[in-house]
């Protein structure tokens, strides 16, 4: 009820003029956009790895509105400017097979930051690991490093991921043993999932994908070697992440910029924030619409937003005009 109320007010501020006036009031106000996966829409369900990913029709229709109200190509990828900077982050082969033609479609550019661990070795991200398990682990009993868990239906594996999610947070030694108990209890090869559904998700950008981004004028920056919780990691340790994702720089980036792992509050501190400038990379992306109060708001934390997975053209330009934001407020003061 509460989602068919807004949406029904961002069509009557579509038609009224509100959003144009958003549009106009922001104009130049720097839109960053953050975008994981594209994934086909005969392929993309309901499965709780999927959830930060957009279907390739919700990513056309959403490039058609962006090319429209920002057709100039030539100030695309420039951070410090006005329009809309579109950025992709991990680096799975589904952003050059899928997400690059919609790109080129539209005649757009983006920003690709790829966790250099995963490219260079093929190791897949450890939250995407886990998440592939709890997603299509079958109906039973679970017992995960001190965690038991009864999964009787798919409406039970979000609570599942949340719970070892919290164990991670306030232990991130525990990721293995709890992989390593998810190897045990039902091994990770025994899970069932469409081919080409497991390809695009999980196979990374190869070599020659890499370097047909930089061709088409794409730019391609850091993600952190092992995609860790920065955070809760030691000084020496996170020294030693960024250290060994820019040693691969030279191979793989066209470009000085970074984007943190996970990229939240939780995530991102001070301290990542100043190391991130003295390793020598020029800009950081966070992955929340408002920079946190804790955290420096300047070029080493720059927000990003991520647009609804939908092809709802009032959902996208409230979303895109601020018009969605600015609601968020008023609702917040009265």
């Given at each position: ?12 501020a579509y038609y009224s003029g509100l959003i144009a006036l ?125 965690m038991e868990f009864d999964l009787t239906a798919d409406e ?50 190869s070599a020659t994908e890499l370097s047909n981004l930089q ?120």
């Open positions: 009820m509460k989602q068919r109320f807004l949406h029904y007010i961002y069509r009557v958003c549009y106009f009031t922001n104009r130049h106000k720097r839109r960053v956009l953050t975008y994981h996966n594209i994934i086909p829409d005969e392929l993309l369900d309901d499965s709780l790895h999927l959830r930060t990913s957009h279907s390739s029709s919700a990513f056309d229709a959403q490039l058609e509105i962006i090319s429209k109200r920002w057709p100039d190509s030539e100030r695309q990828l420039d951070p410090d400017g006005s329009g809309c900077l579109i950025t992709f982050d991990d680096g799975y082969c589904n952003q050059a097979r899928i997400a690059a033609p919609i790109l080129e479609k539209w005649n757009r550019y983006a920003i690709f930051f790829l966790t250099t661990d995963l490219i260079a070795n093929g190791n897949l991200l450890w939250p995407d690991r886990l998440l592939f398990w709890v997603s299509y682990v079958p109906f039973g009993r679970y017992r995960l490093a001190k039970q594996r979000p609570t599942f991921w949340s719970q070892i999610w919290r164990q991670i947070i306030q232990n991130q030694n525990s990721i293995k043993p709890i992989a390593d108990a998810m190897e045990i209890s039902y091994p990770f090869e025994a899970l069932q999932i469409d081919p080409k559904l497991h390809e695009l998700r999980f196979f990374p950008l061709d088409a004028g794409h730019l391609l920056g850091g993600h952190s070697y092992g995609h860790g919780i920065l955070a809760r990691l030691d000084d020496q340790t996170v020294k030693e992440d960024f250290t060994r994702c820019l040693q691969l720089s030279e191979d793989m980036f066209n470009c000085s910029y970074y984007s943190y792992p996970f990229g939240g509050s939780d995530e991102v501190s001070r301290r990542e924030q100043n190391l991130c400038r003295m390793s020598g990379f020029t800009r950081s992306f966070l992955n929340v619409d408002q920079v946190p109060s804790k955290l420096q708001a300047d070029h080493y934390g720059i927000p990003r937003t991520t647009l609804s997975n939908t092809t709802n053209r009032f959902i996208l330009e409230a979303e895109l005009s601020g018009f969605k934001e600015l609601l968020k407020k008023w609702a917040g003061k009265n």
